[in-house]
């Protein structure tokens, strides 16, 4: 059974980083994709960044690209999302998913989902 485990949120200030991780385990990875999602508080679930397994290939949205890198470690099994700059608007629950393939920016697309981590970030 795959299970996906987030940590590493929190509370932090406008301008400060966080550095997310998302433990994988129950299967091997290596032919997956996996992404981060985050959902702010009245709003739809968003794409932010993903990764392919195999060759670390990603894929990140505008509102973040320059800002938060995504990467992963095969030996821990582990996908890690490290934002910068962070602003008010990132604050969210932030999921971890895994999908076959490649990296995908449609939830829809994503089989696996972790149980979020909040990150707030006060102005």
């Known amino acids: 059974q795959v299970q996906l485990v987030e940590s590493g949120g929190g509370s932090v200030q406008a301008g400060g980083s966080l550095r997310l991780s998302c433990v994988a385990s129950?299967?091997?990875?290596?032919?997956?994709?996996m992404g981060w999602f985050r959902q702010a508080p009245g709003k739809e679930r968003e794409f932010v960044a993903a990764i392919r397994w195999s060759d670390g290939y990603t894929k990140y949205a505008d509102s973040v690209k320059d800002r938060f890198t995504i990467s992963r470690d095969s030996t821990k099994n582990t996908v890690s999302l490290q934002m910068n700059s962070l602003k008010p608007e990132d604050t969210a629950v932030y999921y971890c998913a895994a999908r076959q393939g490649t990296p995908s920016m449609r939830q829809r697309e994503y089989d696996f989902w972790g149980q979020g981590t909040q990150v707030t970030v006060s102005s």
């Open positions: 129950g299967r091997t990875f290596s032919s997956y994709a």
